[in-house]
């Protein structure tokens, strides 16, 4: 069965750095989602994506992030200066065209120190 | 804005017994969907109900849709220790590309 797959599982980094958390959604899905989820906080939604654009994003998705679909399969998040509150798990979610139906990946746990 | 409510918080249930978990919307739903998270990793899908009344079932687990669609239930029968984790529902509210909101979730814990 075809499954949303994210990577790095776990990645630790230094605050002011830059991030880039990558997702490769399911081969025929094509609206795709960035989610997160602080520790003991409920999940979020920051941004959704489809043809290419930007469709629509929350107040958190201010512009110190992006997304980007470089390729046919990759789907990403990138965060160009971490903030010590941007620590959270980010998963990246999409769906086919006929279906409301939205996949997760497992997620992406970010660490800003 | 809208907001989604799950109750009970947490669930102690010995295996063998059924439950149910409930989530209300303080508006109309679009969609209303579940999910099972493990704590710390990735959402499951689990059912997603759009109609009034619509009820759905995948092995020992049943949701249903209220007619008014704000408030949806989810019904474990004969919980197992499989099903220990936590249940989140998430909302469609009619954003133009379906994104979802969330409740806090329901922490479910199966004794064995």
């Known amino acids: 069965e075809p499954e949303v797959t994210q990577t790095p599982s776990h990645q630790v980094t230094q605050m002011g750095q830059e991030v880039i958390l990558r997702c490769v959604p399911i081969?025929?899905?094509?609206?795709f989602y960035w989610y997160r989820q602080i520790l003991g906080q409920k999940v979020e939604f920051l941004v959704s994506?489809?043809?290419?654009?930007?469709?629509?994003k929350s107040e958190i998705f201010d512009d110190q992030f992006s997304v980007e679909r470089p390729d046919g399969s990759n789907f990403t998040l990138k965060i160009r200066s971490t903030k010590l509150e941007d620590s959270a798990m980010y998963f990246c979610?999409?769906?086919?065209?006929?279906?409301?139906?939205?996949?997760f990946g497992p997620g992406t746990r970010l660490t800003v120190t | 804005s809208q907001e989604l409510e799950q109750s009970p918080q947490s669930l102690i249930v010995q295996e063998g017994k059924n439950l149910t978990i409930n989530c209300t919307s303080s508006?109309?739903?679009?969609?209303l969907y579940w999910y099972k998270q493990k704590y710390g990793e990735g959402l499951i899908f689990l059912m997603m109900?759009?109609?009034?009344?619509e009820e759905k079932s995948h092995e020992k687990i049943t949701a249903k849709l209220d007619e008014k669609k704000q408030q949806s239930s989810l019904h474990i029968t004969a919980s197992q220790p499989s099903h220990a984790g936590i249940y989140l529902c998430?909302?469609?509210?009619?954003?133009?590309?379906?994104?979802?909101?969330f409740g806090k979730g329901t922490k479910l814990s199966v004794k064995p």
């Open positions: 081969s025929n899905h094509l609206y």
């Open positions: 508006k109309t739903l679009y969609g």
């Open positions: 109900l759009q109609k009034g009344g």
């Open positions: 998430g909302a469609d509210i009619g954003g133009s590309q379906g994104n979802l909101i």
């Open positions: 979610a999409g769906r086919d065209y006929s279906s409301y139906e939205q996949y």
């Open positions: 994506f489809y043809n290419n654009e930007i469709s629509e």
